[in-house]
């Protein structure tokens, strides 16, 4: 779907079909010249609701209220509904002439255009447009436009690596695409791989990927602009296969799996915003690439391992990956990177998590509370939903261990989302604990039906958020909310 912001007439731009928002379901409003019609067939304007009326060519879309979300959901059913004729193209006016609005109808539109088709033997080819008009253009409307486009690439990009089989996508794909990523101006890359974590006493996630045919990989992708105001870590969970290892999953759990790797999918996906948008923030993305499988020289459950900083940990199980393997990336970020403003790290972590807060909405943990909120602003902001989970104490406690220093599964089985927030904070240093922040993606990331403007499979979650929350902080706007 090609995307195009035009400012000229409504009335004399060429194009196929119509699309028309009926808002609040008022069927009444002066644009709706088809009442009649669409009351015989008995639409609604509900949430998501589309019809096509093919001899008027106009698609009429129900929109509850004029948010980011109804609109963007609005314009993806049109975009669908389009995709299904022959139709080549259809117009939209951007009514209000906002910026908030365009940046909803090109997201939703972009977003809700995306299908994955890899796999598929044969390939439509979509070569559909959408025209969006304006009256009057603006400075703003076009940055808005362009940045707004940008960002839909990015996540629909996201999408595409997690979308990816295991077969396909492994730790050394994730390393190719880093390296097409640093061909960006201002990113460069290194990539660690099993012979560099042994040599830095990486073996909590050395452990990890043990039993894989496919070498563990550390990526650590640098992007910095001459002007950068803020240093900020971003650290993604890169398993491009959980089957849980020697607690290995049941079958019906272990299919998705290849769904593990959205964190660090996410983190890239974000990096490819951030450096086209050429925001004036230092980033550093670590991502901890590895797979999850059984074998002989796979790790077990009772063994011990020595994660980088030290610090020891006791695996009670082996399907508790992804915590190991995010220990031994912190400890790495906050080893090579000094005066770190902000570390954030992104994970398909817990099945608690998604039990805890559905399948929609992100988990965002950590010890600073203003910065907890001003994440889930940025994330609100951005068109995604996120919550907080608080830590507490007693929960603390839950993830010590008899034997070692701590232990990767906790003591009891509730609140497993912020347990294993908790196990993480093990490993972030003194200095940067109001600094950082754990989002737990396990809902969003991979959903098997389609939502709103997201399709079936992967979301591309967290790359809106995170764009935003880099955008906020180049602009130094809004710190209220970042003291504790
Ligand atoms: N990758 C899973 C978490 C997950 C579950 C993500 C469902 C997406 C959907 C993670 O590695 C895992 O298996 N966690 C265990 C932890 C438990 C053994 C303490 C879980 O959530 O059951
Ligand atoms: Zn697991
Ligand atoms: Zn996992």
Not at 84 to 106: I, N, Q, R, Y
Not at 130 to 138: E, G, M, R
Request: net charge positive; aromatic share 8%; charged share 25%.
């Amino acid at each position: 779907m090609k995307i195009n912001l035009v400012n000229e007439s409504f009335d004399s731009l060429q194009s196929d079909l119509e699309v028309i928002f009926v808002l609040n379901k008022d069927l009444n409003h002066k644009s709706i010249k088809d009442k009649k019609l669409l009351e015989s067939l008995n639409f609604k304007a509900e949430d998501e609701e589309v019809v096509l009326l093919p001899e008027s060519k106009k698609i009429y879309v129900g929109c509850e209220d004029n948010s980011y979300d109804c609109i963007a959901v609005a314009i993806s059913a049109a975009v669908k509904k389009l995709q299904s004729t022959k139709f080549k193209s259809a117009k939209v006016k951007l009514l209000d002439g906002e910026a908030s609005t365009l940046k909803a109808l090109v997201e939703g539109a972009a977003l809700g255009a995306y299908s994955f088709t890899k796999y598929k033997s044969k390939k439509t080819k979509n070569k559909q447009e959408l025209f969006i008009v304006t009256k009057n253009s603006s400075k703003e409307l076009t940055k808005t436009f362009n940045d707004s486009l940008i960002i839909a690439e990015s996540v629909n990009k996201t999408r595409d690596f997690v979308n990816t089989t295991p077969e396909d996508f492994y730790p050394k794909t994730m390393t190719k695409e880093a390296k097409k990523i640093s061909k960006l101006d201002d990113i460069t890359l290194k990539v660690h791989g099993e012979e560099y974590l042994e040599k830095n006493k990486m073996f909590s996630m050395l452990g990890v990927g043990r039993a894989s045919r496919h070498e563990s990989q550390l990526i650590h992708l640098t992007y910095k602009p001459k002007n950068a105001k803020t240093k900020v870590v971003l650290v993604g969970k890169g398993l491009t296969y959980d089957s849980g290892g020697l607690s290995l999953k049941p079958g019906d759990s272990m299919v998705t799996m290849k769904s593990d790797k959205a964190g660090a999918c996410m983190v890239l996906g974000a990096l490819n915003a951030i450096a086209q948008l050429k925001l004036p923030i230092e980033v550093h993305c670590i991502l901890g690439a590895v797979e999850n499988m059984i074998g002989g020289d796979a790790f077990k459950p009772d063994d011990v391992l020595t994660a980088k900083n030290g610090t020891t940990i006791e695996v009670r199980n082996t399907d508790a990956e992804g915590r190991l393997v995010l220990a031994d990336c912190l400890c790495y970020a906050q080893d090579k990177i000094k005066d770190i403003d902000y570390i954030f790290d992104y994970a398909t972590l817990t099945g608690a998590c998604v039990v805890g807060v559905g399948e929609y909405t992100t988990a965002i943990m950590g010890n600073n509370t203003g910065l907890r909120c001003n994440a889930i602003k940025n994330a609100s902001a951005s068109g995604e939903f996120s919550t907080s989970l608080p830590f507490n104490r007693h929960l603390r406690k839950l993830v010590k261990s008899k034997i070692a220093d701590t232990c990767n599964m906790a003591t009891s089985r509730y609140g497993g989302a912020i347990t294993a927030g908790l196990f993480l904070d093990n490993f972030i240093y003194k200095e940067n604990k109001d600094k950082w922040l754990h989002f737990d993606i396990a809902g969003p990331a991979y959903v098997e039906n389609a939502w709103g403007y997201n399709p079936y499979g992967a979301s591309g979650a967290g790359v809106r958020m995170t764009v935003e929350f880099m955008n906020s902080l180049s602009l130094d706007i809004d710190k209220r909310c970042q003291a504790k």
